[in-house]
């Protein structure tokens, strides 16, 4: 009976979570939808697995950015140099925004 209750609760903590309600919030919606304790820690526990993982996904996607964004600074950096011409924006822009995409990707990978 168990399994029911849950193949009928989870999609309904989901779409709390996709609402914006906090996990004690949708807690308190699964009590009062006479989800067992247990039951409803299972949901909130399967619900911040997903939102973890869906995290690491965009931390991943974010770093693959910063590097690409660094390594592209660097090449344009050299380049430039060897032409005489302005470095500053490819140096300073360029490897600004990767360091700082590759830091939020790491953010979002150790789920911070």
Same mark, same amino acid.
């Given at each position: 009976?168990?399994?029911?209750?849950?193949?009928?609760?989870?999609?309904?903590?989901?779409?709390?979570?996709?609402?914006?309600?906090?996990?004690?919030?949708?807690?308190?919606? &699964?009590?009062?939808? $006479? %989800?067992p304790?247990? =039951?409803?820690?299972?949901?909130?526990?399967? *619900?911040?697995?997903?939102?973890?993982?869906?995290?690491?996904?965009?931390?991943?996607?974010?770093?693959?950015?910063?590097?690409?964004?660094?390594i592209?600074?660097?090449?344009?950096?050299l380049? &430039?140099?060897?032409? $005489? %011409?302005?470095?500053? =924006?490819?140096?300073?822009?360029?490897?600004? *925004?990767?360091?700082?995409?590759?830091?939020k990707?790491?953010?979002?990978?150790?789920?911070?």
């Amino acid at each position: 009976m168990n399994h029911v209750e849950h193949n009928d609760l989870f999609p309904v903590a989901q779409s709390l979570r996709k609402q914006g309600l906090n996990y004690d919030e949708i807690a308190l919606q &699964l009590r009062e939808k $006479g %989800a067992p304790e247990n =039951l409803m820690q299972d949901i909130i526990e399967k *619900l911040k697995a997903l939102r973890l993982i869906q995290k690491r996904n965009t931390g991943f996607t974010c770093c693959a950015v910063g590097v690409v964004l660094l390594i592209a600074g660097c090449l344009l950096t050299l380049v &430039l140099f060897d032409t $005489g %011409a302005s470095i500053k =924006l490819a140096m300073y822009g360029l490897t600004t *925004l990767g360091v700082i995409f590759t830091f939020k990707g790491l953010a979002d990978i150790m789920g911070w």
